[in-house]
């Protein structure tokens, strides 16, 4: 069993229907349950505060609210796991090269030994691009 792990964007574009077939493998194989997706607290938040701010999704209009994503997304294919004190006390020396999100982001993906992070960010790919997937 695969274990992945989502950052906010892949959640939304989730939500929109607009993933690169790889990464709506990985959900699907998530959702039948024979994969695993995890995202940290901080993820799932940003979802939340993505859609409550009526943003558009890959340029898509959701008629979904924050709510009812975060619960079709944590009753499907994404838990939220504990995450350990050393995720946190990695975040200061990570600032220089990551924003907030992505600085809990990658530690989480370390710790939890997850297969991959499912992100189309840059950043990542340009510092840990070998657990980036998305094509």
Known sequence: ???????????????????????????DRAEEGLDRIEATPTQMAEVADTIRG?????????????REALRALSNGPVTVPKLGQSVFLRLPRLYDTYT????????????????GILTNDENIRRFDGEAVVWK
């Open 100 to 115: 907030m999100h992505d600085a809990i982001l990658v530690p989480a993906h370390k710790s939890r030994q997850t297969d």
């Open 1 to 27: 069993m695969a274990t992945d792990i989502a950052d906010a964007v892949a959640m939304n574009r989730r939500i929109a229907g607009d993933l690169p077939e790889r990464v709506v493998e990985i959900f």
């Open 54 to 66: 009526n943003e558009r999704i890959a340029r898509k209009e959701l008629q979904i609210s924050a």
